[in-house]
């Protein structure tokens, strides 16, 4: 069985642009969560999607969203990027309502320059 | 809120020694609780978990005992190998924010051969 892809792996913009990641989830997988990691802050947690509905959010700006398909894929965009957005985006999904086992997917590493 | 505090890092141990990572935590209700590894260039893995208290949680060597009493869950392995380098992470998930993880902030473990 596949693991959580994501892509792009890699991503580098600049200031002010806006970018738009996107995460697979495990097949039969329908939560799909989202992470920031940061050296700083270590991992944080932005959003948690079920059935194409956000059911819980982290403590970030409203220039991070993100959205759930009908098929589960899950994409997350960050608008007028700022210095500090530079991190490892990590998707994770989960079989069952509640989260007792995330698969996490290898990262998006974004670069604001 | 949910809080998990690690002991700061970096650790370097010669290879066969014995590892312990200290873990504790502050939640509301009954937290289910996780250990994460994260390799280098590379998303989280599983390490092993443990959904009350009093379960001990074992892979690859690795062992961790739910302790509510003392509200810790500390990672232990009695011979460590240089495969083993990696960052680890301390989670829980509680109560009504089960589809969300909170996390420590990593301890970066090095094993010399």
């Known amino acids: 069985k596949a693991g959580v892809t994501q892509t792009p792996r890699y991503l580098i913009k600049t200031r002010g642009q806006q970018v738009t990641l996107s995460c697979s989830p495990i097949?039969?997988?329908?939560?799909v969560s989202w992470y920031q990691q940061t050296p700083g802050q270590g991992l944080q947690f932005l959003f948690e999607y079920f059935s194409e509905t956000q059911r819980n959010k982290g403590n970030f700006p409203g220039r991070f969203s993100g959205r759930q398909f009908s098929n589960s894929r899950s994409e997350m965009n960050v608008s007028t990027l700022e210095l500090g957005d530079s991190a490892l985006y990590l998707c994770?999904?989960?079989?069952?309502?509640?989260?007792?086992?995330?698969?996490f997917g290898p990262g998006t590493r974004l670069t604001v320059l | 809120g949910n809080s998990v505090t690690q002991m700061e890092g970096p650790v370097t141990l010669s290879e066969e020694a014995f590892l312990t990572i200290n873990c504790t935590y502050t939640?509301?209700?009954?937290?289910?609780l996780f250990w994460y590894v994260q390799y280098p260039g590379e998303g989280l893995q599983l390490l092993l978990k443990a959904t009350k208290a009093d379960d001990k949680g074992s892979n690859k060597g690795f062992e961790a005992t739910y302790r509510k009493e003392t509200t810790s869950f500390h990672l232990e392995k009695g011979s460590v190998q240089v495969s083993d380098s990696a960052v680890y992470f301390c989670a829980l998930a509680s109560g009504g924010s089960n589809y969300k993880l909170t996390f420590g902030k990593g301890t970066l473990l090095t094993v010399n051969p």
């Open positions: 939640a509301t209700g009954y937290p289910s």
């Open positions: 097949s039969g997988h329908r939560s």
């Open positions: 994770a999904s989960s079989l069952v309502l509640e989260v007792h086992e995330q698969f």
